[in-house]
C-alpha cells in the first residue's frame, strides 16, 4: 500500500490565474484529477461571456456582492444569488454572470468533472 498523500494549504499567493472567460478573474487553488476549485471576482456593472463548462459539475459559493446566472433559451432564465448563497450550474449548461450589483462579487468555484474546466461560446439557443 503506498503512502498517502499530504495536506496542502493554499494561501491566496499561491494562486495562480486561470480558465479565462471575459468579464471574470479566475485564480486556481486546487487543480486534480476531477476537481477544480478556485476565487472568482467580477467587477460592478459587468456581464460575463457565454460559457459552459462541458463534463463539469459547478458549485458556485458567493461570499460578497450580487451573483445572476443568466441561462436558457436567449438568455431569458436567470438564478440570483448574494451572501452566503450556493448556485449549482449543471454540466453543459450555456450561461453567463451577471454583477449588476454596486461592488465587486467574490466567489468560491469548485468543479467536479473531467475535460475542459471552461467552453466559451457566443451564446445560448435563441428563444
Not at 59 to 88: C, K, L, N, Q
Not at 109 to 127: E, H
Amino acid at each position: 500500500m503506498s503512502e498517502p498523500a499530504a495536506v496542502r494549504g493554499v494561501h491566496p499567493a499561491d494562486r495562480r490565474l486561470a480558465d479565462p472567460t471575459p468579464g471574470k478573474v479566475r485564480e486556481q487553488a486546487i487543480a486534480v484529477e476531477g476537481l477544480w476549485s478556485g476565487y472568482v471576482r467580477t467587477e460592478p456593472g459587468v456581464a460575463s461571456g457565454w460559457h459552459h463548462h462541458g463534463e463539469h459539475e459547478t458549485s458556485v459559493y458567493v461570499i460578497e456582492g450580487t451573483v445572476r446566472i443568466e441561462f436558457g433559451p436567449g438568455g431569458r432564465d436567470s438564478v440570483d444569488a448574494g451572501p452566503g448563497d450556493f448556485v449549482h450550474i449543471p454540466k453543459h449548461l450555456v450561461h453567463r454572470e451577471v454583477n449588476a450589483g454596486p461592488t465587486s462579487s467574490q466567489e468560491i468555484i469548485t468543479r467536479s468533472g473531467t475535460g475542459a474546466l471552461t467552453v466559451n461560446v457566443d451564446g445560448p439557443q435563441p428563444a
